[in-house]
């Protein structure tokens, strides 16, 4: 059984229940099934659905566009790399549950910090060898 994970303060309870219902495809077949007998019903779903997407790649958009600005070189043998890819994917889920520009900002200047960290790290492992 997975660890349960704390749940994120800095979103909405309504986006917070959004992006539960948008995780959950047996309650979203439930929901478009009762759309078969009441109108409305389906739109509302596509619509909630359609929205959560498009603000979590408008999120993703901006954390890329601030770490072009932090000046992170993301290199193919950077994003080989399982600790890269750890950090890369939970900043991404972080910057995709806040709505504050600020702190995706933030989010993206950890992430460069770690990735030159993880650079460094690696180029000192090579010059050992």
Known sequence: MPT????????????????TYKNAPKLRALVEGIGAFLPGVTAANTYLVGRLSQLERERTEDLFAYLEDEGAELTSALIGSDDFLHCFTITVR????????????????????????????????????
Not at 4 to 19: F, N, V
Not at 101 to 110: G, N, W, Y
């Open 4 to 19: 349960p994970t704390p749940p994120d303060r800095s979103i909405s309870k309504a986006q917070e229940a959004a992006l």
């Open 94 to 129: 972080a910057a995709q549950r806040t709505r504050r520009k600020e702190k995706i900002r933030l989010f993206a200047r950890l992430l460069a910090s770690a990735t030159s960290h993880l650079v460094a790290a690696k180029s000192a492992r090579t010059c050992q060898r």
